[in-house]
């Protein structure tokens, strides 16, 4: 790009992808962009105060249309005066709209803008460039935004409603259109699918681009019951015929969209070209520091070479991290169940436990699980009280005291978790040389974050009053056992972390184990909100030495007795071998096959199918009116047990959740303060920032049945054909998949919207998608899943980088804000609680990683059980809703995700034998 101060003002309509087009920009030209919101500004103020500093404005996506004047906030009267400017000969600076931009542009001159005969959105159309967009005489000395393009490009869609060509005015000439047909499902047909049969990540700081290339289609067909009957075409793009205004109806922006970064090219040189023509001087040649300070993100001082280590630091001198390998996997695995209950037999052993287990050992993303049974401290947190709960150990260290404090107004809870983190960076390590690599976690805070956090995190986001909370208690509430649970601010805090100092970090795939344990020889305090509270964390060296030296005594007298079995899901084999070997496993399987039972049974749904598809299908109606592109719908199903001690939980963890649904992100959490427990098994990683600053996010979105079933009643030669039969289904089922279109717009819709996420906490032009849809198989489902990566900026931490992209996209649709908005209403302002929010840790930052600063891992809420104090068990399950969504089988999905957590007929008979004589009495367990 050749326009050292060409200057350019973006303007976000709230759409997820605006901030995707700063990656369209060279990191070292960023300083001359501003991103503003609509409703930023008054339109006077941002006419004589902001405008005149700019060369060119672009004009983004968004929900809704532009006859709204809310939908488009300050663009409305921009556009209407670029038009009153244009129509009395005055100067007005090129625009270029996209999609509601594209349409709101379309509007003002006089067009018509009406519902699409076809709704798309995430798909590709092969668009069609016209000739005419390529010729520079006309009345226009301008080139064109499709300039030296080829003729037909893919392109990416997120529209309901279109311009209507037939009211185009006389001035704007359409530049492109694109034909209704299904050419990417007939070019998928031809593109070999991406199956990741490792499912290895051989290098984690890749920031490639995946390319998948779609050979288009020779002529314009249509699959059978695609809805699209008539060959018509779509108003994809046009041009002022004079002045240099244009407007593209699909996203340049888009990860799957080509030549998006030439459009912005041809963009500016056409923005350089009308300076010289008109004579146009800006009102500043840099844009001065109080301009720049007006964009949603700061893109001034992004360091393009950024990837070079910080310069060294000096070594922290308040706490040392002391680490031991006090087993050798050569010896043999030990069970994780039974390292699980040493470790509650040592002395200061509590029931706040921190286990992130890395439970399914053959995926690529386990290396360790983390596992700790006495913390620090423990916090939690309300949104709507403003208040943090501390509980910390008390002398004696068996029973734990409780603070509250109140947050000042405008405060966020995860600003003070970062600047307490801050005190934990370039710790040294003692007692070994360094850690290794992929040990991730050395000590810091492990928990949730709930989805309700939102309120704290989402930018724009204003919680309604239907979400206030209704207790009259809470403001006088002392803690006491029996208040616990008073109100849901309580009973399920939004936020809810412990900080562990000593803990066992086990290599899931060698079976090693070591001990670590934060050393603080002072016993020195630290400040946690402000000069509110604060915390002792770490240990004395002679403390970390003498439970070491225990732990060493302990883990030989464990071998001895447990070498793990270890964890492999049940085996499928056929049915007449297992009934012949009465196999166990199998016949357990088959026994829960025969028994097939619905959630809805034993558990209690906040809302039950008759009301469920009417919220599907109110979903579906906004997402036609352009309101929103996709809704991830959720609800809950809630079972109380009575009575379900620490214990028994414990037990039904190992013996239930991870064993039916061994998963990477599998997590055990409990927090006695409130009487909560987490059990997960989570597949979807939700954010990672590694040593290197590098961020990752996994979105899943698109899943479907491995085909498991014997093929032997169908007259099968024999064992080993009915095994290839079944390995070639179940390929077949993974290939569909991946060429279904459906699953792929729910699938690209998240990427773009984590893309734009990550754009916000990245150095936006280092985020990319190093793995675009590929196939990954699990036991019993095969999934969907992109990596989307990138440098996280010199001046974020993982909390920041976090509370930037949460709550996460693949719970909410696209465009996040209004989408999250529709859901409140869609399910009846309930909370989500835990569930749609994310578990994982933060971790601090250790001297022995060359930049010695913290890290963390988070995976997404999902096929998971809360218990609360009042031992209500809760399992939230949703699905993403897009305009081809059929209720039916969106419901029928519901019940399965909640059918992989849900306890299974045997584990039924185990609460029942577990429940104490006192507790009622149900008739189904
Ligand atoms: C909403 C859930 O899952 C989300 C929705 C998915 C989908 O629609 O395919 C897949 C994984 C999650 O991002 C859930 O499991 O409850
Ligand atoms: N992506 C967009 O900008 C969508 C614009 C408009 N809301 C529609 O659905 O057509």
């Not at 809805?600 to 598809?613: A, E, L």
């Not at 218990?867 to 939230?876: D, L, P, Q």
Request: with cysteine; aromatic share 8%.
């Amino acid at each position: 790009m050749a326009m050292e101060s060409l200057k350019t003002i973006i303007i976000d309509n709230y759409d997820s992808y605006t901030f995707n087009l700063l990656q369209l920009w060279d990191t070292k030209d960023l300083h001359n962009v501003v991103v503003i919101r609509n409703d930023q500004f008054e339109w006077e103020y941002f006419q004589e105060h902001v405008l005149p500093y700019f060369d060119n404005i672009i004009i983004s996506p968004g929900p809704g249309r532009p006859e709204n004047p809310k939908d488009l906030g300050l663009v409305g009267p921009l556009l209407e005066f670029q038009r009153r400017e244009l129509a009395h000969d005055r100067v007005a600076l090129p625009m270029f709209g996209i999609c509601l931009g594209f349409q709101a542009i379309g509007w003002t001159f006089g067009a018509k803008v009406s519902h699409a005969a076809r709704v798309v959105h995430g798909r590709l159309s092969l668009i069609n460039i016209l000739e005419d967009a390529r010729t520079r005489n006309g009345d226009s000395p301008y080139g064109d935004i499709l300039d030296d393009i080829p003729t037909n490009i893919w392109a990416t869609r997120y529209h309901s409603l279109v311009v209507d060509p037939k009211s185009l005015p006389e001035c704007l000439q359409v530049t492109a259109t694109c034909w209704e047909d299904d050419a990417d499902i007939l070019a998928l047909r031809n593109t070999p699918p991406r199956l990741d049969k490792a499912l290895s990540d051989s290098n984690e700081n890749s920031l490639r681009n995946d390319s998948v290339h779609m050979k288009p289609p020779t002529n314009h067909q249509y699959t059978e019951g695609c809805e699209a009957s008539l060959p018509y075409t779509t108003l994809m793009a046009f041009r002022h015929k004079v002045h240099p205004i244009y407007g593209v109806q699909f996203h340049p922006e888009s990860i799957c969209t080509e030549y998006g970064r030439k459009m912005i090219d041809n963009f500016h040189n056409i923005t350089e070209q009308w300076k010289r023509n008109v004579q146009y001087q800006s009102f500043a040649h840099q844009l001065p520091e109080h301009i720049s300070q007006l964009s949603v993100v700061s893109l001034t001082g992004l360091n393009p070479s950024s990837s070079l280590p910080p310069p060294p630091q000096d070594f922290n001198t308040n706490y040392a991290l002391v680490a031991e390998k006090i087993w050798n996997g050569s010896d043999g695995s030990l069970d994780t169940q039974s390292l699980f209950k040493m470790l509650q037999q040592q002395p200061g052993a509590s029931q706040s436990i921190a286990f992130l287990d890395s439970a399914r050992q053959s995926s690529p993303y386990c290396h360790y699980s983390f596992l700790s049974v006495n913390n620090a401290f423990t916090m939690t947190y309300s949104t709507l009280h403003h208040e943090t709960r501390i509980s910390s150990p008390d002398n004696n260290s068996k029973s734990r005291s409780t603070s509250i404090y109140t947050l000042p107004p405008q405060q966020k809870i995860l600003s003070y978790v970062s600047s307490f983190l801050q005190h934990f960076t370039h710790v040294p390590v003692q007692g070994i040389k360094s850690l290794p690599r992929n040990l991730n976690f050395r000590g810091g805070f492990i928990g949730y974050i709930g989805y309700e956090m939102k309120r704290e995190t989402l930018e724009g986001y204003i919680t309604p009053i239907k979400q206030r909370c209704a207790c009259t208690e809470h403001e006088t509430e002392t803690i006491s056992p029996s208040s616990l649970g008073c109100c849901q601010c309580t009973l399920e805090p939004d936020l809810a972390l412990h900080f562990v100092d000593k803990f066992l970090a086990i290599n899931v795939k060698e079976g090693s184990i070591y001990a670590i344990c934060i050393v603080n020889q002072d016993q020195q305090r630290q400040n946690l909100l402000d000069d509110r509270a604060d915390v002792l964390v770490g240990h004395t060296l002679e403390h970390a030495q003498g439970w070491l030296q225990s732990l060493k005594r302990n883990m030989y007298s464990i071998s001895k007795a447990k070498i793990s079995k270890s964890l492999s899901p049940p085996k499928i084999l056929c049915k007449k071998d297992a009934w012949h070997h009465n196999e166990m496993a199998t016949a357990e399987e088959a026994l829960e096959t025969s028994n097939r039972f619905s959630p809805s049974q034993i558990f209690t749904p906040d809302v039950d199918r008759s009301q469920y598809i009417p919220a599907i299908e109110e979903a579906i109606r906004l997402i036609g009116e352009g309101e929103t592109y996709e809704v991830c719908l959720t609800t809950h199903f809630r079972r109380n047990f009575g009575v379900l001690s620490p214990t028994s939980l414990i037990e039904l963890y190992f013996s239930h959740l991870r064993r039916r649904n061994p998963s990477p992100f599998s997590a055990f959490l409990s927090f006695p303060a409130t009487g909560l427990t987490v059990l997960s098994s989570s597949p979807e990683r939700f954010m990672r920032v590694n040593a290197q600053g590098i961020v990752e996010m996994k979105p899943i979105k698109g899943t479907t049945a491995r085909v498991r079933d014997c093929c032997c009643s169908e007259h099968v030669a024999g064992e080993r054909e009915c095994k290839r039969l079944r390995q070639q289904r179940d390929k077949a089922r993974a290939q569909d998949l991946w060429s279904d279109v459906k699953e792929r717009g729910e699938n690209l819709m998240i990427v773009d919207l984590v893309r734009n996420d990550l754009a916000h906490v990245c150095i936006p032009n280092t985020v990319t998608v190093p793995k675009l849809m590929h196939v990954e198989s699990y036991e019993t489902v095969h999934q969907l899943v992109s990596t989307v990566r990138g440098k996280q900026r010199s001046d974020a931490d993982p909390i920041q980088t976090l509370a930037g992209c949460f709550p996460p996209g693949s719970m909410t649709g696209a465009p996040k804000l209004r989408t999250v908005e529709i859901l409140d209403e869609l399910e009846g302002h309930i909370n989500r609680g835990v569930y749609s929010g994310c578990v994982g840790y933060f971790s601090i930052g250790t001297a022995d990683n060359e930049r010695g600063q913290c890290t963390s891992d988070f995976s997404v809420v999902i096929r998971t059980a809360v218990v609360n104090a009042r031992k209500e068990v809760s399992i939230g399950a949703g699905g993403a809703i897009t305009f081809l969504s059929k209720p039916d089988a969106e419901w029928n999905e519901v019940v399965l995700k909640t059918e992989s957590v849900v306890p299974s007929p045997s584990v039924r008979s185990f609460i029942a034998s577990n429940r104490s004589k006192s507790a009622p009495s149900s008739p189904l367990l």
